[in-house]
């Protein structure tokens, strides 16, 4: 979590309601070896989850940090991102 604040910490306050950061909890090889999927694979099954509110694979020990921003992601994106 030290990384996460450290990055939030950078971001002009002018744009914090336009930037979103999300990630794996430790390391990205952690997650594709625990859930034995590819990178792309892990990237398509989050992208159709997050629209439709699914938390399956957001749900995910190394993934389930990301709840906060995930909660303000859909709202503002859906709309021209995951039409």
Excluded at 13 to 36: A, Q
Excluded at 53 to 72: S, T
Aim: proline letters at 5%; a negative charge.
């Amino acid at each position: 979590m030290d990384r996460l604040v450290y990055v939030q910490n950078h971001i002009p306050s002018d744009l914090k309601d336009r930037v979103f950061v999300i990630g794996v909890l430790s390391e990205p090889e952690k997650l594709r070896s625990n859930i034995n999927k590819s990178f792309e694979e892990i990237g398509d099954t989050l992208a159709q989850d997050c629209p439709e509110n699914q938390n399956e694979l957001w749900g995910h020990e190394l993934l389930k940090h990301n709840k906060a921003e995930l909660a303000r992601i859909v709202p503002s994106l859906k709309q021209f991102l995951f039409n």
